[in-house]
């Protein structure tokens, strides 16, 4: 299993699908973050006041998408949250409760031990910048930022840890954080697809919209019976890696019912994303989004024996067997 950051607060449980999850699913189970959850009585601290130093400075690997080398804090750490953007970027300005895709080095101010980085691992984190979700630094530290900018920080315990530290880390509860955060990209409710538009030119299968401007996209049901087997065909096709049978994705949505065309369930309804893992998926988004590539949108036509068959979930509007279509655009592997 592939390690997953310590930065996040607390183990965070994987967004089940209203409509795709099957009886697997459990958006309270934790995944396999390594870090501890805060105590559920404690306050939620006051907002920093944000400073531009004093921060140690980077010696080495300056450029964007390098691995930083930071040296050791000079004298006492700010009692503040200490910020400064190193390269400025020229992308989408991030919100909080936005996700963010970054790089990123954390280091231990007074000694300059790494505890942490996604360099070695050649892995960008993924993360919604949302409360218990990652530590309080990073919230506040990003927000208002630009993707495409180095970001470099210092987070007291206040908005890191707190007096528990991170014994797994090596991080005691005294202990100033640094970091250096390369964002790569931001995600919003707002966000699509991006990539090559696919032709569409099997009359028996639904036509799906090929906007992106964050709104869902259309879905044409065709008079026509729906497949028995399951379909899974480019509508936008994107350059990103290829999604894996294990993967966590991040992604918009929308659901219909062939036979009535009604949309049962849409994350642009409820604007917000979803992230889930494909092992805690219906069979049919499981070996429908397997093998494609992230950026792009995907038509899935699920038939009933890799749905929800003659069980579909209470009160979501999906009759027995119902064969059920669905547009997915695929913005991040996490």
């Known amino acids: 299993m592939r390690r997953r950051s310590l930065l996040i607060a607390v183990p965070a449980g994987l967004a089940t699908l209203a409509a795709c999850g099957d009886d697997k699913s459990d958006s309270s189970k934790a995944s396999d973050s390594a870090s501890p959850s805060p105590s559920s009585s ?4 006051p907002p920093p006041k944000i400073v531009a130093g004093p921060l140690p400075a980077v010696t080495a690997g300056t450029k964007f998408g390098e691995k930083p080398t930071v040296a050791k804090g000079s004298g006492d750490p700010s009692k503040d949250l200490a910020v400064k953007t190193l390269i400025a ?12 895709q970054a790089h990123y080095l ?21 993360i919604q910048l949302a ?7 990073w919230r506040y530290a990003l927000t208002g930022k630009k993707a495409g900018s180095r970001v470099q920080f210092s987070v007291p315990p206040t908005w890191g840890y ?13 202990d100033t954080l640094v970091f250096v955060v390369d964002v790569q990209d931001t995600f919003n409710a707002k966000s699509s697809a991006k990539g090559k538009t696919v032709a569409q030119g099997d009359a028996k299968l639904p036509k799906v919209g090929t906007n992106t401007d964050g709104k869902a996209p259309s879905i044409e049901i065709p008079k026509a019976d729906a497949p028995t087997k399951l379909v899974s065909e480019y509508v936008i096709e994107g350059d990103g890696d290829e999604v894996a049978a294990d993967s966590t994705l991040l992604v918009q949505y ?3 019912v062939w036979d009535s065309g009604k949309e049962f369930d849409s ?26 590539k992230v950026g792009s949108r995907v038509l899935i036509s699920i038939p009933p024996k890799l749905g ?11 009759e027995k067997d119902s064969t059920l279509v669905f547009t997915v655009d695929i913005l991040a592997k996490m």
């Open 42 to 45: 404690a306050s939620p601290a």
């Open 89 to 100: 970027g020229g992308g989408t300005t991030i919100a909080e409760g936005d996700y963010i």
């Open 106 to 126: 954390g280091q231990i101010w007074n000694t300059a031990k790494v505890f942490d980085n996604s360099y070695d691992r050649k892995t960008a984190l993924v």
């Open 131 to 137: 409360q218990n979700s990652i530590i309080d630094g």
């Open 162 to 174: 707190g007096k528990q530290g991170n014994a797994q880390a090596g991080i005691k509860g005294t």
């Open 254 to 256: 929308k659901g219909v």
């Open 267 to 292: 994350t642009y309804s409820r604007k917000q994303l979803a992230s889930f893992s494909l092992q805690q998926v219906v069979k049919g988004w499981a070996q429908g989004l397997t093998g494609k």
């Open 308 to 318: 929800y068959g003659d069980n579909p979930p209470a009160g979501s509007g999906i």
